[in-house]
């Protein structure tokens, strides 16, 4: 056999594997138009709108936006990813707690997922008028577009969907 073709069985048997454990996890969803996918986790509602998918019990929502962004368009990737290191604690908190929301932002970093450095936070808010919420945001940048989702629920809706919203979370790209 040669390298070749011994290259082409490997990368074949490793496609095999890989699409029951991401059928396992959700069907894939495109939204060509916004310029996001992402995985639906079984049971979960299709994105509302392109926008929002729910828990099967409509307990935890989580909310998808992407944009085009000019700035980073001719950036190479390695690029992208060096300026999202900014995101911090901090910089989340000055975003999600304005116009009276309050909360803490319980921990935050940087993931890899594939060749994208995606910042990430959990923590909990309160909106005025509102019961206390979970949430989790994630950020995941190509040079020219930005994707992020934003799940939230009460603390104990959060925590009994947390594998669904996880995948929502970790399976984000820009298209």
Not at 60 to 78: E, G, L, R
Not at 158 to 171: A, H
Request: charged share 15%.
């Amino acid at each position: 056999m040669t390298v070749s073709r011994l290259a082409a069985a490997t990368l074949a048997i490793a496609a095999a594997l890989a699409a029951p454990a991401i059928a396992a996890e959700g069907r894939l969803y495109q939204d060509q138009a916004r310029g996001f996918s992402t995985l639906i986790p079984e049971g979960w509602s299709d994105p509302s709108g392109g926008l929002t998918t729910s828990s099967p019990d409509g307990s935890v929502s989580c909310t998808i936006t992407a944009q085009p962004v000019s700035a980073t368009a001719s950036m190479s990737q390695d690029a992208v990813n060096a300026s999202m290191q900014v995101y911090t604690a901090e910089v989340w908190r000055d975003q999600f707690f304005r116009g009276g929301a309050e909360g803490v932002i319980e921990t935050s970093g940087i993931t890899r997922l594939e060749q994208f450095d995606a910042p990430w936070a959990r923590g909990t808010i309160t909106y005025p008028g509102h019961p206390l919420a979970k949430f989790g945001v994630l950020l995941v940048q190509a040079p020219g577009k930005l994707a992020s989702v934003t799940c939230t629920g009460e603390p104990i809706a959060y925590e009994k969907n947390l594998r669904g919203l996880s995948t929502v979370l970790n399976y984000l790209r820009p298209l």
